[in-house]
């Protein structure tokens, strides 16, 4: 089999993104990222729609443009299924399932979040299987035990929250601007991490819940500011650390827990929140203190992005995992 030329697109939420890959090596990888969220607070799913409309040719234009590769060699097209906003999903599916049909080529359906794990097999080092992934974004918080390319189990995940979620809310507590978590993260990098201290969820097995640390923090700033109107300005760094402290550790105790029964001594990262500073450096920390060999996504590889739904589509093809043309976009997809 010759290697196949894969054109990917990503439209899941607020970034719209197309791929090129060549033989499992990413050629491009553009994302256009919509600002008009900004002002909201949030990604509103109405705009996001409209907006990947308005992006998605430009953005394949230029992906296959980087790449130096002309439609005409395309052997598939790839797109995200799910999960993801509905509105922005269709706009994704509609246009690569009308660009492989006017091809003529086989269509692929990806899933968003094995996706962010196989986003680790574009660079080296790579993982080796079996390996855990605790996988962390604005929607997901899993532990993922990953057997192969395309088989992996989830053993642990949020019962209520995402990790995400907590990060962006308790931003949006402190009155920090959007993106929240992001900010917060950059926020705690001057602050102490042990100023105060907040409860760490302690949910059965590998699973999480985040929705405790979110009241905890609610109720923590009511009593503070009620003595002290400045409580926040003047401690802000302090808190963030602090909250951020207790989230990664929430995290890290669950998969700890998981490599230690499982006997696994490779663990990953993936998802947009991998992309946090303090996550990142507390892994390789357990690292040291477990001896495990850990993965972490380069930046542009953590945030939403076509380049992992590419290696995805690529494993795909080679197993001959192809979709029709009646394939419909699933907003709550599972493994």
Known sequence: MTEPTILAIESSCDETSAAVIRGGKVLSNVIATQAVHEKYGGVVPELASRAHQQNIIPVVQQALSTANVNKT??????????????????????????FALGLNIPLIDVNHMQAHILAHFIDDPKPNFPFLCL???????????VKDHLDMEIIGQTTDDAVGEAFDKTAKMLGLPYPGGPMLD?????????????????????DFSFSGIKTSVLYFLKDKTKDNPNFVQENLADIC????????????????????????????????????????????????????????????????????????????????????????????MKF
């Open 241 to 332: 650390a602090s909250v951020q402290y207790t989230l990664i550790k929430t995290l890290l105790k669950k998969v700890v827990l998981a490599a230690k029964d499982l006997g696994i001594k490779e663990v990953a990262i993936a998802g947009g929140v991998s992309a946090n500073s303090g996550l990142r450096q507390a892994l390789q920390d357990y690292a040291k203190k477990y001896d495990w060999n850990v993965y972490i996504p380069a930046f542009q590889y953590c945030t939403d992005n076509a380049g992992m739904i590419a290696i995805t589509a690529h494993y795909q093809y080679l197993k001959g995992d192809f979709a029709d043309q009646y394939v419909s976009p699933e907003p709550r």
């Open 135 to 145: 996988t962390v974004s604005g929607g997901h918080t899993q532990v993922v035990l």
């Open 186 to 206: 950059k926020t705690a990098a001057q602050g102490n991490p042990k100023a105060f201290e907040f409860p760490v969820g302690n949910m059965p097995g590998y």
């Open 73 to 98: 060699d395309l052997n598939a097209v790839a797109f995200t299924r799910g999960p993801g906003l509905l509105g922005a999903l269709l706009v994704g599916s509609s246009f690569a399932k009308s």
